[in-house]
């Protein structure tokens, strides 16, 4: 059996445990330090003292081979009496990228286009330069590099290598996000949605023959005060231009043909855009660990992968740690069921629901998640309140698996259980979850994914004919998720009264604030 573990460096640094190719642990930095986007890697090495691995990979995000930094890493293992009969030390970003949406796919082949803001840096001649776009095709346990576009001071072509003075597409929304004060770059895509069809009365984007942006017309004051006169509308166009050059890419590949595309890197953390590539292209696979998070579990499927093909699909995220119910008061909190707490929600109140292995990814999936009932119109306001923020934000929703083609459009595919797209709602009554453009980003859940949470939501469903409820994830803006019981309980004394209790479905309890005061 080959054991592997793979770490990752930098900003959103993640470890992955895999045995005999199934992915045993993967966990962020962040859920445990607490820092969002947190680097902090050697707090992801605590669980593994004195345990020994066929391969150790670590990836570094870096621009080359560091002898002193592979020693340093070397030795963080050692004063842990972590043992490998293989070290390995990785600097391909966009590659792992790739790994982590094709190996998770279960395709045995596809072409993997990888967009983020920036990935490993490489030297050529006297400079380095930047990889901002990236194509393969892989199959089995191989790969071909297509092509690959660097973001460079200089534009010319030397083989599959483009070299654009460019921005790369991912900081374009990173600039307006920071312009605009935003706390994510999600929320440049959300207001987007509010300026529809409505052209820019200014020219903001200069743009190169392969469609990229090149420079921002005038300085970044004059930016700065165009954002602030029309943020709807330069959101908008951000979002646009997006599209129209992802789609390009895309169209190019496809070629009218029926061909697999695997999708990663932060762009495609994008929904409304991978919904967009959904009609030109039915046979995508979005990368549910598309940030750099995923670039351990790439680097630990492609090792895992390398000298046998295994070609397992993803079917949960639930891959992180299990809870210490030791530390609720076992003398406080009511027994409840299923229906109890449903009837709860219905009543309008919001309540947070905590079980099992914390979920990875961006999204909540019902396992560190906020749940409200979306027939409230003015539920978005609330929980956007609740969680401080920015006002145009919009909700997601899990409704059961099969209801879901008779509420939304789901285009080619027939489940989406991590939130990789927006969908069209085709019936009305679910305001609370309705963006402005009558989408809603959508997870469909089978009872056999997550026992209690489908039933949670069945019971919501017998008592209001709906089966959805709003779903948004267990945490404030600018904080990770939650992952221990006493993150969860912090959330609770730290949030106003909007947010009412905590159910534990594997303990048939309900907890409120006064619980813990």
């Not at 891959?319 to 003398?331: I, M, Q, R």
């Not at 879901?404 to 009554?429: H, I």
């Not at 992952?483 to 609770?492: F, G, P, Q």
Request: aromatic share 14%; with cysteine; net charge positive.
């Amino acid at each position: 059996m080959l054991s592997v573990l793979a770490l990752h460096d930098s900003h959103n640094a993640s470890v992955c445990e895999i045995n005999d190719g199934n992915i045993v642990y993967f966990q962020e930095a962040e859920r445990l330090d607490k820092n969002k986007k947190s680097s902090n890697w050697k707090v992801l090495l605590e669980k593994y003292k004195n345990k020994t691995f066929d391969k150790i990979i670590f990836v570094h995000t870096g621009s080359k081979n560091n002898e002193s930094h592979k020693k340093f890493i070397k030795n963080e293992l050692l004063l842990r009496n972590i043992k490998y009969s293989e070290f390995i030390f990785e600097i391909h970003h966009h590659f792992f990228h790739a790994c982590s949406a094709f190996f998770n796919s279960g395709l045995k082949n596809s072409f993997a286009l990888v967009i983020d803001g920036n990935g490993s840096r490489t030297l050529f001649k006297d400079r380095y330069d930047t990889e901002i776009v990236s194509l393969y095709y892989l199959y089995n346990n191989k790969f071909k590099e297509i092509f690959k576009v660097f973001q460079s001071k200089k534009n010319y072509v030397k083989g599959k290598h483009i070299f654009l003075n460019t921005f790369s597409l991912g900081n374009m929304y990173t600039i307006v996000k920071r312009l605009l004060n935003f706390k994510e770059e999600g929320s440049v895509m959300a207001l987007s949605s509010y300026a529809k069809n409505v052209t820019p009365p200014l020219d903001l984007f200069t743009k190169n023959k392969y469609n990229h942006f090149t420079s921002v017309q005038g300085s970044i004051y004059e930016l700065n005060v165009n954002l602030k006169k029309y943020p709807k509308l330069i959101c908008n166009l951000v979002q646009t231009e997006l599209e129209k050059i992802v789609l390009n890419y895309v169209s190019n590949i496809i070629k009218n043909k029926k061909r697999n595309l695997c999708v990663s890197g932060g762009v495609f953390q994008n929904t409304v855009l991978n919904s967009k590539i959904l009609d030109v292209c039915p046979d995508l696979y979005v990368d549910p660990f598309a940030d750099d998070s995923g670039l351990s579990m790439g680097a630990a499927l492609w090792y895992s992968n390398k000298y046998k093909f295994y070609n397992k699909k993803i079917n949960t995220l639930y891959l992180g740690d299990l809870p210490n119910y030791e530390k609720l008061p076992k003398n406080k909190g009511v027994y409840v069921t299923p229906k109890q707490v449903a009837e709860n929600i219905s009543k309008g109140n919001i309540t947070a629901i905590y079980q099992g292995k914390n979920e990875l990814g961006k999204r909540a999936l019902g396992n560190r998640s906020f749940l409200f009932d979306p027939r409230d119109q003015h539920a978005k306001d609330k929980i956007n309140l609740l969680k401080n923020r920015e006002w145009f934000r919009p909700t997601a929703g899990t409704i059961l698996h099969e209801h879901a083609d008779k509420w939304f459009d789901l285009k080619s595919k027939k489940e989406t259980p991590f939130m990789s797209y927006v969908f069209n709602l085709k019936k009305q009554g679910v305001p609370g979850i309705t963006h402005i453009d009558n989408t809603c980003r959508i997870q469909t859940l089978k009872k056999e994914e997550n026992f209690y949470y489908y039933n949670l939501i069945n019971e919501f469903y017998k008592i209001t004919g709906v089966p959805i409820l709003l779903n948004t994830s267990f945490n404030l803006a600018g904080q990770p998720l939650v992952n221990s019981v006493h993150d969860a309980i912090r959330t609770l004394t730290n949030c106003d009264d909007k947010f009412k209790m905590i159910y534990f479905p594997e303990i048939g309890k309900v907890y409120e604030k006064s619980n813990f005061t």
